[in-house]
């Protein structure tokens, strides 16, 4: 059984930054693609950012410049650095791994972690 354990995020004011980090239990960092998702209340959960397993990196239009995806093979750690934060960007944070082994499609997400933006 996989696991994806989140870390970071809380209370930062306008303007200010926070890295959010996902632990996994095993190599899938390294080995597969990973998300970033948000959700705000009331709304959709959204796609944030992609890191492909090539290293190759997505952003949401809406924190592009701001927002950067990196990971750690060694530490089997995939990270979000969050700069210039507005109110908008308060939500519930997750991070996602989809794979498949064997044959069988399995996706894993973080517990979330709140990310609170006051102005």
């Known amino acids: 059984q996989v696991q994806l354990v989140q870390s970071g995020g809380g209370l930062v004011q306008d303007g200010g930054s926070l890295r959010l980090s996902c632990a996994a239990s095993?190599?899938?960092?390294?080995?597969?693609?990973m998300g970033w998702y948000r959700q705000a209340p009331g709304k959709q959960r959204e796609l944030v950012a992609t890191l492909a397993s090539g290293g190759s990196t997505n952003y949401a239009d809406f924190v592009k410049g701001r927002f950067t995806v990196s990971r750690d093979n060694f530490k089997n750690t995939v990270f979000l650095q969050m700069n210039s934060l507005a109110p908008e960007d308060t939500a519930v944070y997750y991070c996602n791994v989809d794979f498949w082994r064997a044959g069988r499609h399995y996706s894993y997400w973080g517990q979330g972690t709140q990310v609170t933006v006051s102005s």
């Open positions: 095993d190599r899938i960092v390294s080995d597969n693609a």
